[in-house]
């Protein structure tokens, strides 16, 4: 809001006060000192830039700073990127860390981290637009509009729809090469199969994820890759998320961070995965300033009709077991606090970690990606500072 007030002060000074004077003596001195002068204003009220809390609580940017750097030190983050959204805006946006320890490369605002499960979420909107869009139904069984062969020896599969993926209600495995059958069903180690009747229970499932963006490149007329440029059309640009993508590219080649696993205080640097796929379930690469883009398109149900809008933030599954979550919409956690209802997903690629929270209502919220498998532990101190306002 500062730096609102202040840039709205200086363009009104600058055309109104001082530009007429520039003009009518044709002083470049004079032009050059007092845009300095302004400029050193706004700097200092970028310097007094605040977080609010959900309390109400104000949260210098300064002892962000020191808050944020102490976690970084004291978990052995490599790398951090992260932004904090007040009022639909965001309102504090930093990198902190090394994108890679070995060539100790800082993280830039460039720097791209691998958002895993939190993908799940952006593409549920894409599949929300495409809904709106006639493309597709939310409640069509999606064997009509393409089969799934490596199901087929099930009928019960064909009751799966586009709900049903979205709010993970589908019965599929999470993923068939560890998340394996029950023995007594003799299903093959590796076979993909069903963990109940679709429908009539809740399984958290990247592999019906992977099903869904079949049957989306199908309608599309589109390969899996092409489909990427597509995303990009309908999401990024409307959006103004200038770099995301789910499929390898050299933009990625270029600014990628490097992926680590923490075990006893040490990170060990992991392979690259280029993820050359769509994999709607856990590939988008990204950083926090363009998924908090995405984020204020959520909350401002922008690209969205009021009925998809309705249906992605509505109770669609109950979640048994889960501490941060009671209810799934559509590609979204949900849960009810103090604050009022908290929206909220979190990803693991086992080196590259994220989490965000965003409270719709009040247009608020906070989204952060590490280069390390250490993000929950992070989420657990931000989480109730940006809460309280308070440590």
């Not at 200086?10 to 006060?17: C, D, E, P």
């Not at 589908?170 to 299903?187: Q, S, Y």
């Not at 109940?196 to 049957?215: I, K, M, R």
């Amino acid at each position: 809001m500062i730096i609102g007030i202040t840039y709205r002060l200086y363009s009104y000074i600058y055309n109104y006060l001082l530009h007429p004077v520039i003009r009518f003596r044709n002083s470049v001195i004079m032009k050059y000192t007092l845009s300095l002068i302004l400029l050193c204003l706004l700097v200092f009220s970028n310097s007094n830039a605040q977080i609010m809390s959900l309390s109400g609580k104000p949260i210098s940017k300064e002892s962000m700073d020191r808050f944020l750097q102490h976690q970084l030190d004291s978990l052995k983050l490599p790398g951090l990127s992260i932004a904090f959204i007040n009022e639909g805006k965001i309102v504090y946006a930093d990198e902190f860390g090394f994108s890679d320890i070995e060539t100790q490369a800082k993280v830039k605002s460039n720097t791209i981290f691998e958002a895993a499960s939190m993908s799940k979420t952006v593409f549920a909107y894409f599949v929300l637009k495409l809904v709106d869009k006639g493309i597709l139904n939310l409640d069509t069984p999606l064997f009509q509009y393409l089969k799934n062969n490596d199901l087929a020896y099930d009928e019960r599969y064909k009751l799966i729809t586009a709900r049903m993926v979205l709010s993970h209600t589908a019965g599929m495995p999470n993923w068939r090469e560890w998340d394996l059958a029950d023995p007594t069903l003799h299903i093959k180690k590796g076979d993909l199969y069903l963990k109940f009747t679709p429908g009539t229970g809740f399984s958290y499932s990247g592999e019906a994820y992977q099903y869904l963006v079949n049957v989306v490149a199908h309608l599309l007329n589109k390969t899996p890759h092409e489909l990427d440029s597509v995303f990009y059309d309908q999401v990024c640009k409307p959006l103004t998320m200038k770099h995301a993508y789910y499929w390898w590219n050299d933009y990625i080649q270029k600014h990628r961070a490097t992926g680590y696993k923490q075990k006893e205080g040490v990170n060990t640097k992991q392979p690259v995965k280029k993820f050359e796929e769509f994999g709607a379930a856990g590939t988008l690469r990204i950083n926090a300033v363009d998924y908090a883009r995405f984020l204020i398109g959520l909350m401002n149900e922008k690209g969205l009709s009021k009925k998809s809008a309705a249906e992605m933030f509505k109770a669609q599954a109950k979640v048994p077991d889960w501490d941060d979550i009671d209810d799934w919409g559509l590609g979204i956690g949900m849960k009810k606090t103090d604050y009022g209802m908290r929206y909220m997903h979190s990803g693991d690629n086992g080196d590259f970690t994220a989490y965000f929270i965003m409270y719709k209502d009040q247009k608020s919220g906070f989204v952060f990606l590490t280069n390390c498998n250490r993000a929950g532990d992070l989420f657990e101190k931000l989480e109730p500072y940006f809460s309280k306002g308070t440590l």
